[in-house]
């Protein structure tokens, strides 16, 4: 951490900066240039930040030097982290393909929809049952209904479920009935929420928040490691920026920049990252080639008659080809796709 | 609603989409042109919304005409809606000033904050007992300790509180303390929330989120009132951008353009959307005379002894200041501070 | 400056950097933390940046503490810098009022814009002849024809001229008929023109860049006053974000921030900036209101025939109206408009 | 175009719109709705948006149906156009992999890159001789003498050479001693430089700018196109977002959406997307996957002794494994590197 003063901060106004840091336990050194004084300390961050230095007087700005992450951190555990759950591995050499509906609508919907991943070499089946909608006059999922179905889902195919929880409530519920619970992009700063994400003892799937900085999500994957949950699997789902070409922009230098940063697995959702079906298959096909470990696929027997992002979701013939499309990349990588 | 046909749309494509809206209720008109067709309809927006036209085939793009929110729209209620409670309306004539620390720290801390609050002329005070903190080691707040120090401050001054709510559970508590319930940057999509604070009773400060539209703003108010509640004050609060001199920007515009699309109050907290103590003051009486119902105004009693957010606090003497050149400001928009 | 090492970084590797920064004449610290090593360095700025240390073995990042600027910096020159020109003063105690149409389009229109401006107050006219359109198909501007009708306004009326130029060629011939020359947005970073509008010898208004940051505007601000050009005035005209709303976002904090940073006089343009005529009115108290020295505002005698921006120009009447509206909230101020 | 009224808006003053269109050789469909009215019009969209519609009074909102390119469009072209030079195709079969220095910095720097590139498989060399640089401070470059170096590099390897040029003058010195020219991110809507490189004479790469939406790309190799030059290759380097972990957000969505849009190439520069050389390599293999006719890469003999960019030069042995890891990534799409 360093503290760069003011060009007229006081000499007193230094030491009183100095001795603070001292007595946070900092080493210190001050140094004095041409036109300002820096403090530079070394010491937890974390302390340091509680401080409040930028507040006092004579103090310019507060530059930190450590990041602020520690358990997600590569630093802290150098191995890449592998989630394990039934046949099913994130992380490794592997790349794990989830795909189903954005929401479940009905048993014939989301058993088709089961069939057709698991018949194009999925593993994983998505489905929402609580669904966060921007208007509150959108349908707002099937709720226990449709973790039901979900989990009537799995047993027929053995596929492994992940489906969206939305409050301690709906946690509670998920908690009985799928194996990956998801935290999606606007409750990625839900702090109570990614609390009891941490204790829930399953493993989540933690998307990146619409304008979320890379620093921000590790942050959140953080709240919930710090509960003692170390499954946690990151996912890239499109940024917020001035093009709205695209749904969102999806930021796939986040892949290779967070496996440097943290030893968590990262995929892609490249369904709500462009918002159109015919970008879903080259951006699946890029995700890889930068190293994700998995792919977050929209994938409707029918989505011209899909209740929620048909435009995005790709039908079982575009899915078929997405599977056949990804296994030479993946090989290019060293991976596998089943 | 115009739903624009791709260049290579069958006329059996059109004519689907022409006879599944006409069987929503719409109007419809086909209208050819040299490249493409469009087929214009009239009708109810939210239920066109969910009938997934653009994933059917032929359509390129749906362009909706209507806007999404209903009952906070200015065209539904042309006359501006005034929340009033206690001694206290926002959105008349009177410029409402919150005002107080981040956090409550503490009996004396708050106390002082609401002494010098009031003494300067301010009506309202805030104060954080559930802080949402990016970091899980950072403070978290003094939950219901924290509230009863609010609702003594209340007794003590006669000043009008409001605090911020992050989940339904600290909502329930609440209540039972304070005046005004807000809604936190963090929080405006958490829909579970917004549902619950449509049920509370109690006038909801609703900020507007890091990176949310003034449509989807608008929109989560839509979520309050569609419970029931009409007193809904929208709080500008900056929002994320490419600019980091600030800590977010503060998107002044929003103010007259949201009080031409809705006749709902609005304020503006220049603390958070700048998060410089500098740039407090002036922006507060641009905010004023961009025509703001009022302002939401970080002051601690000694800001370098803040467990957050002490950079962008104002101390009492700044505070004081602020409100003196207020004063001319409201004048010349033909409105009072006390 | 501050290096700052990676932690696996040899001791060798932080000699290295260190005997570097010797070599350039700085004075160095270097600073052992538990997990890395910072070396701190207190000298100019400019020549450590050109020196590379980022891509120097053993280097995570550079940390810069001093600001990149230095002719428009407030540390150098501490008043505000006044720009005179006939009886006009920008950056007094006088709020300077630039109105005109967007383009020149004609005798009668321009002669007409600059009757009402003068009528009601304004001391300044605009008007581009040289207009940079996103489209090749769209009014390119009268070039020299336009030019020479500005020069005839200033004559009848007395108002002073500004006009955009957009390369060196349109620079030299619109030196010898207008008084303020105008660097648009698009060419904020246009280097040769800086350098070009650096010898014009003329005040020189320089809008800030679409999506440049408020360091890069004042380091194009360095550009022209590093070829003896002390004649700048910065114009904050909205940046590039997610909001649609608003043709773009206007970043009025940047008024009292840079402000702060810089001597310089600071106007703003609330037309661009919004995109729409209703909230020109609103945003242009607002940032009288925020401390800016000036507007520059777009005009029309008949904006529905305008052949550009006419959604955003006011007309005559809404003109009176602003100027009417301005002068108490300058005089709260303690400012005047004429 | 739909033409939205206001909900207040007359009959009279529906008709003078609908007048307008038709004047303006447009078929026009007045569609009554519940609330608003709305005129439909079928007709030239560039004659249509210089009408100045949005400024008429009772017009709420224009809403363009069509896209505002043409020559660039693949509506007009379908088949891909594919740039020829010497013995390289970019938009073809072949993966074009443009490498080299940041600026052309001396001889011996010069040769040595083009060496190194060559005997790594790349066919064509880039080096900066008009460097933009954002402060006046900086290095700008070899200018003239740095050209002759690239002729030099050429004749001795046979690389075809691609230089940067930043205004009419420089493009013109720049055309004599280069095969391609290069607009950079800055300047993509400095128009009058797009309209000298229309008429060149040789093909362009054009980057987009920071801040650029896809439409405003495409307007901008629109106006090169218009002057009668068709060997444009887009160039998708990083726009500018909230996100500072990198030096801009790479928005690889962008490869595919503009290939549908456009039967232009489209390249990726993976270097100025990024700022990191650790993330070149995977977003190398992420563009080539996405669908990219060809990469555009920084590379010098020794990055730590680079004039600029060093941070994000590859060293000759990291370029070595991109060309390596790149080909079974391209072979895995059906393309070749040589």
Redesign the interface.
Same mark, same amino acid.
């Given at each position: 951490m360093?503290v760069?003063m003011l060009?007229q901060a006081s000499e007193e106004q230094i030491a009183e900066v100095d001795a603070k840091l001292i007595a946070m336990g900092c *080493?210190t050194?001050v140094?004095?240039?041409?036109? *300002?004084t820096?403090v530079?300390a070394?010491?937890d961050r *974390?302390a340091v930040?509680?401080m409040?230095l930028?507040?006092?007087?004579g103090v310019e700005k507060v530059?930190p030097?450590?990041k =602020?992450f520690k358990l997600a951190s590569r630093?802290v555990k150098e191995e890449n982290s592998v989630v394990s759950i039934k046949n099913v591995t994130i992380g490794g050499n592997e790349v794990a393909i989830v795909a189903g509906p954005c929401a479940v609508e009905g048993r014939e919907q989301l058993l088709e929809a089961a069939r057709i991943a698991k018949a194009a070499g999925a593993k994983l089946l998505r489905g929402g049952a609580f669904k966060?909608?921007?208007?509150?006059?959108?349908?707002q999922g099937m709720e226990e209904e449709g973790l039901k179905l979900l989990a009537e889902a799995a047993e027929t195919t053995g596929l492994v479920t992940v489906t969206e929880v939305?409050?301690?409530?709906s946690l509670e519920i998920a908690r009985d009935y799928v194996d990956i619970l998801q935290i999606g992009t606007?409750?990625m700063?839900?702090? *109570?929420?990614l609390?009891a994400a941490g204790m829930s003892g399953k493993p989540i799937v933690l998307k990146r928040g619409?304008?979320a900085?890379?620093?921000?999500w590790l942050?959140a994957a953080?709240?919930i490691m710090?509960e003692g949950n170390k499954d946690v699997i990151l996912c890239e789902r499109g940024?917020?920026?001035?093009?709205?070409?695209?749904r969102n922009?999806?930021?796939?230098?986040?892949?290779?920049?967070v496996k440097?940063l943290s030893h968590l697995p990262v995929i892609v959702d490249p369904s709500h990252?462009?918002g159109?079906?015919?970008?879903v298959v080259?951006?699946s096909?890029?995700?890889?080639?930068?190293?994700a470990d998995g792919l977050l696929v929209e994938m409707h027997p029918d =989505?011209?008659?899909?209740?929620c992002d048909?435009?995005q979701?790709l039908d079982p013939e575009l899915f078929g080809q997405l599977m056949a499309s990804l296994e030479?990349?993946a090989?290019?990588?060293g991976k596998t796709i089943h």
């Open positions: 360093v760069v060009p *080493r050194q140094i004095h240039g041409v036109k *300002r820096v530079a070394m010491g *974390r930040e509680a409040g930028e507040a006092m007087p530059v030097i450590m =602020p630093e966060p909608r921007t208007s509150p006059y959108s349908f939305i409050d301690e409530h606007r409750n700063q839900n702090f *109570r929420l609390k619409l304008s900085t890379i620093e921000e942050m953080e709240y710090s940024i917020r920026t001035f093009e709205t070409y695209t922009t999806l930021d796939l230098s986040a892949v290779p920049l440097g990252a462009t159109k079906r015919e970008l080259p951006m096909l890029a995700s890889v080639a930068a190293g =989505p011209s008659k899909a209740l048909g435009p979701s030479p990349v090989a290019a990588m």
